[in-house]
């Protein structure tokens, strides 16, 4: 089985001319692929190549890609800004000379906002460009990872999935095996049902009674709708064995499921095949769940 979920979970790490940083990459079940990145301040560029490489990996999902990077990743230096240090310090000087105190301590000047800069380096674009690539080559074994963590859940999915439909499948097979299907059930239900009839008066035509008994014996049968829940298991089991994404298709396959599941439920004409729809029914609504979360 080669289902994959839209749920899962990756790291990758690495380091390059004193730069460090570590990919953290989530997904969970959307109708398509939506990429939503969480990049430090001057990363920003490497976006379309993270969409780029997520598209070529995955087909659906909602992805979380968050970027941490420590060492000289923001490629700043810390500086003295000497305007704002001699204001500090004069504005210290009139205020004591005014009130009285201590002198200004340095760890009180520099925790002041402007005495202290960020200050950008020149980059030299040749190594960023060299260090952009490594990290890409880092995002995608986060996308590698992601990929094998949705195959093992998909596995798991896949097992559950697979135990749903054989179920679906006996259940069907009771339905079609009920004796309350057979003809000579029906006609003598239909026979004790007119007969009832009868006994209210003696106004009804007996000619009519019997087309209108034949009418609802049409109505009540369900092998159209038997046919197609075993024609639908064989689908199923079709998907679960295909290589390709297939979560849209299992989705509309279990709308499918449930289909015929309230039309047997609608026809039941008898206490066991009532039993049978509505195990059905739940049945499938839990195999929905499921499926919903395939890629």
């Known amino acids: ?77 810390v500086r003295l800004n000497p305007a704002v240090l001699d204001q500090v310090l004069a504005a210290g000087e009139e205020l004591r000379g005014r009130i009285g105190g201590e002198p200004l301590r340095a760890d009180m000047i520099l925790s002041l906002r402007g005495v202290l800069d960020m200050v950008s380096e020149a980059a030299d674009e040749a190594a960023v460009e060299r260090r952009n690539a490594a990290m890409l080559a880092s995002f995608r074994e986060a996308l590698q990872g992601l990929v094998a963590a949705r195959r093992e859940e998909g596995d798991r999915l896949a097992r559950l999935v697979a ?39 003696s106004a009804f035509d007996p000619q009519r009674l019997h087309q209108e008994a034949v009418l609802l014996a049409t109505k009540a049968d369900i092998q159209e709708e038997l046919d197609r829940l075993f024609s639908h298991v064989a689908a199923a089991r079709a998907l679960l064995a295909s290589q390709e994404a297939v979560g849209r298709k299992f989705d509309f396959l279990a709308q499918e499921f449930n289909r015929e599941a309230n039309t047997l439920c609608s026809k039941a004409s008898s206490a066991t095949l009532t039993v049978v729809g509505l195990e059905l029914k739940t049945l499938i609504d839990q195999m929905r769940e499921q499926v919903q979360n395939v890629e």
């Open 163 to 201: 135990q749903q439909v054989s179920r679906i499948e006996q259940l069907a097979g009771e339905a079609r095996d009920d004796p309350a299907r057979l003809p000579a059930a029906i006609r003598a239900r239909l026979a004790e049902q007119v007969a009832r009839l009868m006994e209210a008066g």
């Open 1 to 77: 089985m080669a289902i994959a979920s839209m749920t899962g979970f990756a790291r990758a790490s690495g380091t390059f001319d004193g730069v460090h940083w570590q990919w953290e990459v989530k997904s969970v079940n959307g109708k398509g692929l939506d990429l939503r990145c969480r990049l430090p301040q001057g990363f920003d560029g490497l976006e379309p190549a993270l969409r780029q490489a997520a598209a070529e990996m995955l087909k659906r999902g909602n992805l979380q890609v968050t970027l941490t990077v420590s060492g000289l990743a923001a490629g700043e230096t």
